[in-house]
């Protein structure tokens, strides 16, 4: 007689517990082509800045030289970096309704970038900024030597982050608490009139301290993923402050995502894009990185907030399938070359406007350069 055997029942390992069953692949149709638009704009950007800084540089000779040299015309471009005199004159306008008579470029490319951080996320970090550019291509070198970058724990992380808001706030007090008219004195003084000069003579005639603390920035950008920008910018924190009020984020279809993490993996931000439904964190730069790696049909999107679709919309399509994906995000997505279309509109239509209404010039006469400019180094505040 045959003899029966009860089969065992065996407690099931924990690493074979049930997981959540796979759901399948649509795959995108279309190839993301958001990196290389974002780094031919980054780039245009970089030479821009290479072109405002050697047309300064000439500038600056020519009075340095007591006119021997070519003149050049003074690049007012030059004053985007100059973003604490970019704040000073915004709230002289916003108190006044006046616009400054120096660096009020500085003041247009101020609102140029916020206005671009309220439309698009903090786009000016990732697409525009040429430290960002550098900072980017620095991790990306220290990842192809080392195969990795490093990330910080989190009791360390989040402490360096709050620096740059820490000095953001340092700037803000400062420009929040001078009045208009102390504003205006400080501009229309010699240290506020040559500023910019200051600012290359830095760099031109920079002394060991500064080479090693650049130095050691630019070794740490190597190994960290944009070191300043992470934990020091103060520029980049305003942007991203005012990103939060973006109506385009990255936005996230559950029903669509497979669950890979592959976006979480490549975030340079470090976010976890792969466990949220839209990205509100101040540190999302728009670079669409993750937009870009994401295989699956309408999973990841920079985008308007999704459509709501009604329940007889709903009901007419497949649910949970790519149809319904595809309806959310139907004209809600920001295509990369939205972005660039957006980015130019605002920026050569503040600057545009500017230049029409003569606030774009730093009005100061050939004289009181000539006499200002060849001795820069000794006028401080
Ligand atoms: S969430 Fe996406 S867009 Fe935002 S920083 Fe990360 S990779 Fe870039
Ligand atoms: S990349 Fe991210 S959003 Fe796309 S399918 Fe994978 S986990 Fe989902």
Request: hydrophobic residues 50%; contains cysteine; proline residues 6%.
């Given at each position: 007689?045959?003899?029966?055997?009860?089969?065992?029942?065996?407690?099931?390992?924990?690493?074979?517990?049930?997981?959540?069953?796979?759901?399948?692949?649509?795959?995108?149709?279309?190839?993301?082509?958001?990196?290389?638009?974002?780094?031919?704009?980054?780039?245009?950007?970089?030479?821009?800045?290479?072109?405002?800084?050697?047309?300064?540089?000439?500038?600056?000779?020519y009075f340095e030289s007591n006119g021997q040299t070519r003149y050049f015309e003074r690049p007012a471009g030059v004053e985007g970096w100059l973003?604490?005199?970019?704040?000073?004159?915004?709230?002289?306008?916003?108190?006044?309704?006046?616009?400054?008579?120096?660096?009020?470029?500085?003041?247009?490319?101020?609102?140029?970038?916020?206005?671009?951080?309220?439309?698009?996320?903090?786009?000016?970090?990732?697409?525009?900024?040429?430290?960002?550019t550098v900072s980017e291509y620095l991790w990306k070198l220290g990842h192809k030597l080392f195969g990795r970058n490093l990330t910080l724990p989190?009791?360390?992380?989040?402490?360096?982050?709050?620096?740059?808001?820490?000095?953001?706030?340092?700037?803000?007090?400062?420009?929040?608490?001078?009045?208009?008219?102390?504003?205006?004195?400080?501009?229309?003084?010699?240290?506020?009139?040559?500023?910019?000069?200051?600012?290359?003579?830095?760099?031109?005639?920079?002394?060991?301290?500064?080479?090693?603390?650049?130095?050691?920035?630019?070794?740490?950008?190597?190994?960290?993923?944009?070191?300043?920008?992470?934990?020091?910018?103060?520029?980049?924190?305003?942007?991203?402050?005012?990103?939060?009020?973006?109506?385009?984020?990255?936005?996230?279809?559950?029903?669509?995502?497979?669950?890979?993490?592959?976006?979480?993996?490549?975030?340079?931000?470090?976010?976890?894009?792969?466990?949220?439904?839209?990205?509100?964190?101040?540190?999302?730069?728009?670079?669409?990185?993750?937009?870009?790696?994401?295989?699956?049909?309408?999973?990841?999107?920079?985008?308007?907030?999704?459509?709501?679709?009604?329940?007889?919309?709903?009901?007419?399509?497949?649910?949970?399938?790519?149809?319904?994906?595809?309806?959310?995000?139907?004209?809600?997505?920001?295509?990369?070359?939205?972005?660039?279309?957006?980015?130019?509109?605002?920026?050569?239509?503040?600057?545009?406007?500017?230049?029409?209404?003569?606030?774009?010039?730093?009005?100061?006469?050939?004289?009181?350069?000539?006499?200002?400019?060849?001795?820069?180094?000794?006028?401080?505040?």
């Amino acid at each position: 007689m045959p003899t029966t055997t009860a089969s065992p029942v065996a407690a099931t390992p924990p690493d074979k517990l049930p997981s959540k069953p796979k759901k399948p692949l649509v795959r995108r149709l279309l190839q993301d082509r958001s990196q290389q638009v974002r780094h031919a704009v980054q780039l245009a950007f970089l030479a821009l800045n290479a072109w405002l800084a050697i047309e300064f540089l000439l500038w600056v000779r020519y009075f340095e030289s007591n006119g021997q040299t070519r003149y050049f015309e003074r690049p007012a471009g030059v004053e985007g970096w100059l973003p604490i005199a970019g704040l000073m004159n915004l709230k002289y306008f916003l108190v006044t309704h006046h616009v400054a008579a120096v660096h009020p470029a500085a003041m247009v490319l101020v609102a140029v970038f916020l206005l671009s951080s309220l439309l698009l996320k903090k786009t000016f970090c990732s697409w525009l900024c040429p430290v960002g550019t550098v900072s980017e291509y620095l991790w990306k070198l220290g990842h192809k030597l080392f195969g990795r970058n490093l990330t910080l724990p989190r009791w360390l992380d989040i402490p360096l982050r709050s620096l740059k808001y820490l000095l953001l706030g340092f700037f803000l007090y400062i420009v929040i608490s001078m009045s208009a008219d102390g504003l205006n004195d400080f501009l229309l003084a010699p240290f506020g009139i040559i500023a910019d000069v200051k600012m290359l003579n830095f760099f031109r005639h920079i002394g060991t301290i500064g080479i090693a603390v650049l130095a050691t920035f630019v070794v740490l950008s190597v190994f960290i993923k944009n070191f300043w920008c992470r934990f020091l910018c103060p520029y980049g924190a305003l942007m991203g402050i005012v990103s939060t009020f973006s109506p385009v984020k990255i936005r996230r279809d559950a029903d669509a995502c497979i669950d890979c993490g592959k976006c979480n993996k490549a975030c340079p931000s470090n976010l976890p894009v792969d466990q949220l439904v839209q990205v509100r964190s101040l540190e999302c730069t728009g670079c669409m990185t993750c937009v870009a790696v994401c295989p699956a049909e309408n999973a990841l999107q920079f985008a308007l907030p999704p459509h709501r679709l009604s329940a007889g919309e709903v009901s007419g399509l497949e649910v949970s399938g790519p149809a319904l994906s595809a309806a959310r995000w139907s004209h809600r997505t920001v295509q990369p070359r939205m972005v660039v279309v957006v980015l130019a509109i605002v920026f050569f239509g503040l600057i545009g406007l500017a230049r029409a209404t003569g606030h774009w010039q730093t009005h100061i006469s050939r004289d009181i350069y000539m006499q200002l400019v060849p001795h820069a180094d000794d006028y401080n505040h």
